[in-house]
């Protein structure tokens, strides 16, 4: 047989440039160079953050009417290929240290985790199940913001999820972001920093206006940290910035005090 | 689509001074955020139409070149959307119907604007809409792009004239990512519905207005015809109308 390693044991750092070895990444995926965080997909996401074998895919989203933009329908087999999911958004129930949450992933590696049809329901279906199960909800946020080829349809899944965001609120119930990297555009303007806490992964990209538009039509140089989880913090706009190996002990901490309240 | 931009975004177009001017007796307008500034690119206040006192929020793209500049091209700030969540507590507290004026271009796309929260007071702006306890209608007297455009938007009735359009992103942003994938006969708007037919057809937009004759005139008409709709259901009815609204016709894609 050959000779040759099997393949995808070396990957690139997409911040370094070094080659990794696959067991160099750790269970966190940080490049053992630079330090710098991986992108995960939504199934190494919850293998983070939730207790083993705790979770349950809610039931998959029923996607009545395709949109037909031109070369979309390519995009999405390719997405589909490279991912092995159907679309950008996976949402179960779980346990985060023993405590049961509804808990939706975003995955950046589908179609850069835009939002569309398919994912606002999938976010509405998380929504609704933590109003009716009476159940914490943590988003785990990564998106490139509205999906342009599904057009105004994608715009209107902003508000669509803002209102049955709202009824959690009016019921009472705990609603956690945590935006990593990247978190951008129509997802921000709507549903990412609207919960009662708002976490961000250390290093993530977080904005509403993408850094080229606003270069093309602003002469001035960019703040360095422009855009930054560590920027939005120090402006208020951030409760923490936590590192990833972390952020299962932060949610776990926060979910507890829950514990603690008045049961009517 | 090309020939409906240039009316739209034309030095003639209507704008919001001129409807505020011709339709609203004793316009007071709101000043500041109280929080950062104001932002003079978004006029929101309070007034009379035909002797039922309203609250009127409208973007400001300016007609010379001065006063492009000076409203900042019709790009809403932070503040906008802050002096306007101020005016729709107002509308709220005295049980005034909400009318917003559309025509504005994509985000404000700065420094300042993304340091001062854009996202967060776009966001805020939404849920108020979404939840307002009084009627809401929208009207797109141009264009409208990206979740500001939403923020005023979002409402239990949708007015555009023709040539107006509704849009995810800039119809320029849009034939971008088409780039080599456009069959040449198909218009943007077959392949993306944005322009008020298409939209009507949709099930998004209520009343689509001609272009021709008195266009302040016709919208005088429709508003009064839709506030009389409006007046006749509860707060709880308002709130359920506008939300089924939307969530229906999302719900006709993917449930």
């Known amino acids: 047989m050959s000779h040759l390693p099997k393949s ?26 630079c330090g710098h965080y991986q992108r995960l997909n939504a199934d190494q996401r919850l293998v983070l953050l939730t207790d083993t074998k705790s979770f349950t895919a809610l039931p998959p989203v029923n996607i009545k009417q395709q949109r037909h933009f031109p070369g979309y329908t390519v995009k999405l087999q390719e997405a589909q290929e490279k991912t092995g999911e159907t679309e950008a958004f996976l949402a179960g129930t779980a ?23 398919v994912v606002g329901a999938g976010i509405r279906q998380a929504i609704r199940t933590a109003l009716s199960q009476r159940l914490p ?28 965001l709202t009824k959690l609120n009016e019921a009472g119930i705990l609603t956690i972001s945590v935006l990593t990297d990247p978190t951008m555009g129509g997802v921000t ?32 140089a960019l703040p360095i940290d ?38 009517e | 689509m090309s020939d409906a931009l240039k009316v739209i975004r034309s030095a003639d177009r209507i704008g919001t001074q001129q409807v505020i001017a011709q339709l609203i007796t004793n316009f007071f307008p709101l000043h500041g955020d109280r929080v950062s500034g104001d932002d003079p690119a978004l006029t929101v206040g309070t007034g009379l139409f035909h002797q039922r006192a309203v609250v009127v929020a409208g973007v400001n793209r300016g007609a ?129 519905p944005m322009q008020a037919a298409a939209l009507k057809k949709l099930g998004l937009t209520d009343v689509v207005l001609p272009e021709t004759g008195d266009l302040v005139q016709s919208l005088d008409n429709a508003l009064q015809q839709q506030l009389a709709q409006l007046s006749k259901l509860s707060t709880a009815e308002l709130i359920e109308q506008r939300q089924n609204k939307y969530l229906e016709l999302v719900a006709q894609f993917a449930e």
């Open chain 1, 8 to 33: 995808n044991l070396w990957q690139t750092c997409s911040a370094c440039k070094r080659h990794v070895h696959q067991g160099q990444w750790g269970e966190f995926n940080i490049c053992p160079y």
């Open chain 1, 95 to 117: 346990a985060i240290k023993q405590q049961k949450v509804v808990i939706g992933v975003m995955d950046s590696q589908f179609m850069m985790g835009t939002l569309n049809t």
């Open chain 1, 137 to 164: 909800l943590i988003l785990v946020i990564a998106s490139g913001g509205a999906r342009m080829q599904e057009g105004i349809l994608s715009l209107l899944q902003m508000n669509t999820i803002l209102a049955e």
């Open chain 1, 189 to 220: 303007a709507s549903f990412a920093l609207e919960s009662d806490f708002v976490f961000a992964e250390q290093g993530a990209t977080i904005g509403f206006a993408g850094k080229r538009v606003i270069q093309q039509t602003n002469s001035a």
């Open chain 1, 226 to 263: 422009f855009q930054t989880a560590e920027r939005l913090y120090r402006q208020g706009f951030l409760d923490a910035v936590i590192k990833r190996e972390n952020l299962r002990t932060y949610l776990g901490r926060l979910l507890m005090i829950q514990a603690g309240d008045l049961n």
């Open chain 2, 64 to 192: 010379t070149l001065e006063e492009r500049q000076r409203y900042h091209f019709g790009a809403v700030a932070p503040a906008g959307y802050r002096k306007f969540i101020r005016g729709l507590e107002l509308a709220e507290k005295f049980k005034r119907p909400v009318i917003t004026l559309i025509n504005m271009p994509g985000a404000d796309a700065s420094v300042a604007a993304e340091d001062d929260g854009q996202n967060l007071a776009i966001a805020d702006a939404i849920t108020k809409m979404n939840g307002l306890r009084v009627p809401n209608i929208a009207v797109f007297l141009g264009e409208g792009e990206s979740g500001g455009a939403l923020a005023l938007a979002t409402s239990n009735r949708l007015i555009m004239f023709t040539n107006s359009l509704y849009s995810v992103a800039s119809p320029e942003a849009i034939q971008t990512i088409l780039k080599g994938h456009v069959a040449a006969k198909q218009t943007l708007d077959h392949i993306l």
